[in-house]
C-alpha cells in the first residue's frame, strides 16, 4: 500500500521560511509526478507547485518566485521551500503524487493527511 507522509509544517511569521517534505513509501514501480496542493477555510484546494519525473515544474502563479520544489528520488521525497511568506499561504497543505503501484500498470492518485501552516505575526 502506498502512503504519502508530510512534515514541516508550522506557525510561521509574516516574512518568514518553512520547508515542508513529503515521503512517498510502499510498493512503487515509479512516481509519474509528486507536488503539493493547498487548502485554506473556506476556499477550494489549488495547486501549489507539481514536478513530473521529467523534471517539468509547474508552480501556481501566487508562489511563483518565492516556493521552490525540489526532490530527492532516491528518497522518493519532495521538497517545498517557501520563503516570503504572506498571511494569504495560511492552508493545509497536501501532499500529491501520480504513482504506478507494483503490480499494477495503472497510475493511481495519492493524498498525504496534510501538514498546517499558518502565517501570522
Known amino acids: 500500500q502506498v502512503q504519502l507522509v508530510e512534515s514541516g509544517g508550522a506557525l510561521v511569521q509574516p516574512g518568514g521560511s518553512l520547508r515542508l517534505s513529503c515521503t512517498a513509501s510502499?510498493?512503487?514501480?515509479?512516481?509519474?509526478?509528486m507536488g503539493w496542493y493547498r487548502q485554506a477555510p473556506g476556499k477550494e484546494r489549488e495547486l501549489v507547485v507539481m514536478i513530473t519525473s521529467g523534471g517539468t515544474i509547474n508552480y501556481s502563479d501566487s508562489v511563483k518566485g518565492r516556493f521552490t520544489i525540489s526532490r530527492d528520488s532516491a528518497k522518493n521525497t519532495v521538497y517545498l521551500q517557501m520563503n516570503s511568506l504572506k498571511p494569504e499561504d495560511t492552508a493545509i497543505y497536501l501532499c500529491?503524487?501520480?504513482?504506478?503501484?507494483?503490480?499494477?500498470?495503472?497510475?493511481?492518485?495519492?493524498w498525504g493527511q496534510g501538514t498546517q501552516v499558518t502565517v501570522a505575526s
Open positions: 510502499g510498493s512503487i514501480i515509479s512516481i509519474n509526478a
Open positions: 500529491n503524487a501520480n504513482i504506478t503501484p507494483w503490480p499494477s500498470s495503472t497510475n493511481f492518485i495519492y
